[in-house]
């Protein structure tokens, strides 16, 4: 899924059965893959693609072990931050919100968390994603 300057339709009430990321400011949501999602602006190397300059090509993991998720920086430029806290590693609770870079800001929720998001259907998107 890209999203880049196309229109959104409104989306009510989705229910995810996997955990997800949802934009702080309510721009896109993806779910996370079982086993190991790499966070990144490289398209071809990050199955969670951030197009945004403040994330790096390779941003960071995030890791499904046993239910629980593990967040893990990969050195990246302008730092992962979990709860505005720079990390290197450490677990996810649902809530928590994860900073890739200081512009790009997701909550963390769970599969089971139902979310409404109501959007303007004419208005563009400002970050591009892509989920392989």
Known sequence: MVLSGSKIPKVRRAMSLRPMLIAK????????????????R???????????????KLHCLIVERNGQYLIRDLDSTNATTVNGMPVNECSLRVGDYI???PNVVA???????????????????????HHV
């Open 42 to 56: 490289n398209r071809t190397a990050s199955n969670i693609w951030l197009d945004h300059p403040s994330v790096s």
């Open 25 to 40: 400011d309510g721009d896109w949501s993806m779910n996370l893959a079982e086993g190991i999602n790499v966070v990144g």
């Open 107 to 129: 909550r963390f929720v769970s599969g089971e968390t139902e979310t409404t998001m109501d959007r303007d259907e004419t208005e563009p998107v400002s970050v591009r994603m």
């Open 99 to 101: 900073g890739f870079g």
